[in-house]
């Protein structure tokens, strides 16, 4: 199937340019204002380039990766951190103590509540007083193919455990939107453990605990 030249409805001005986007979409771009005539052309021009592609790999009889298109889709991967350059290298979990290790006062990305910090520094002197670890995950990576619009969907296990929540990507996988990279990209999720342990020991839910199907 050929690539065709924009329709006449979508033609440019001398103020408007034709651009190829890094996912392939060609749209017309106002330089006078983002305006919604403008954003509609380009959804219309990307479904024909979205007809183009499906029917050249189907031509080539191979697969087509699917797009976020806003359909239901489940991603599968497993736990796991990585090196995203020489020397550098990423654990899968985080935990309370990475937390309080990087708490600054009054900062926009490291404050933490002050009910919080007390929780976590009791949780350290009951762990040192007893001698055993009481360590409670916090997040964890995994290689789960996620992007925009996915924070808040379940993580669930082999089990059909609630295990987490994601909520980020790491920086590496901001190329994900067009490509996947087993090595490089990972979904960041919020671990259950962390977000029980704050409803028993933070906000006091004990009433709500007491209604879930909590898998000790």
Same mark, same amino acid.
């Given at each position: !199937?050929? *690539?065709?030249?924009?329709?006449?409805?979508? $033609?440019?001005?001398?103020?408007?340019?034709?651009?190829?986007?890094?996912?392939?979409?060609?749209?017309? *771009?106002?330089?006078?204002?983002?305006?919604?005539?403008?954003?509609?052309?380009?959804?219309?021009?990307?479904?024909?380039? !979205?007809?183009?592609? +499906?029917?050249?790999?189907?031509?080539?009889?191979?697969?087509?990766?699917?797009?976020?298109?806003? #359909?239901?889709?489940?991603?599968?991967?497993?736990?796991?951190?990585?090196?995203?350059?020489?020397?550098?290298?990423?654990?899968?979990?985080?935990?309370?103590?990475?937390?309080?290790?990087?708490? *600054?006062?009054?900062?926009?990305?490291?404050?933490?509540?002050?009910?919080?910090?007390?929780? +976590?520094?009791?949780? $350290?002197?009951?762990?040192?007083?007893?001698?055993? #670890?009481?360590?409670?995950?916090?997040?964890?990576?995994?290689?789960?193919?996620?992007?925009?619009?996915? #924070?808040?969907?379940?993580?669930?296990?082999?089990?059909? $455990?609630?295990?987490?929540?994601?909520?980020?990507?790491?920086?590496?996988?901001?190329?994900?939107?067009?490509?996947?990279?087993?090595?490089?990209?990972?979904? *960041?999720?919020?671990?259950?453990?962390?977000?029980?342990?704050?409803?028993?020991?933070?906000?006091?839910?004990?009433?709500?605990?007491?209604?879930?199907?909590?898998?000790?």
């Amino acid at each position: !199937m050929p *690539i065709r030249s924009p329709p006449k409805f979508m $033609q440019c001005t001398p103020k408007r340019n034709w651009t190829l986007s890094r996912c392939g979409s060609v749209g017309c *771009i106002d330089r006078s204002k983002n305006s919604l005539l403008a954003r509609i052309r380009l959804f219309v021009w990307r479904l024909h380039y !979205m007809r183009t592609t +499906i029917a050249f790999y189907w031509d080539l009889r191979e697969p087509i990766y699917a797009g976020a298109n806003g #359909s239901l889709r489940v991603s599968f991967g497993n736990v796991q951190g990585y090196s995203p350059q020489d020397g550098l290298s990423a654990a899968p979990f985080t935990s309370l103590s990475g937390l309080a290790a990087k708490y *600054i006062p009054e900062d926009d990305e490291f404050d933490l509540p002050e009910n919080l910090l007390s929780a +976590i520094t009791k949780r $350290q002197r009951e762990s040192a007083r007893r001698d055993v #670890s009481l360590a409670v995950p916090v997040n964890f990576l995994a290689t789960l193919d996620s992007t925009g619009g996915n #924070s808040g969907s379940p993580a669930i296990n082999d089990k059909a $455990q609630l295990v987490g929540l994601p909520f980020d990507g790491v920086y590496e996988s901001i190329i994900g939107d067009w490509d996947y990279d087993r090595g490089l990209n990972r979904s *960041i999720q919020v671990d259950t453990r962390y977000m029980l342990w704050v409803m028993e020991h933070v906000d006091g839910a004990d009433s709500l605990l007491a209604e879930m199907d909590v898998m000790r």
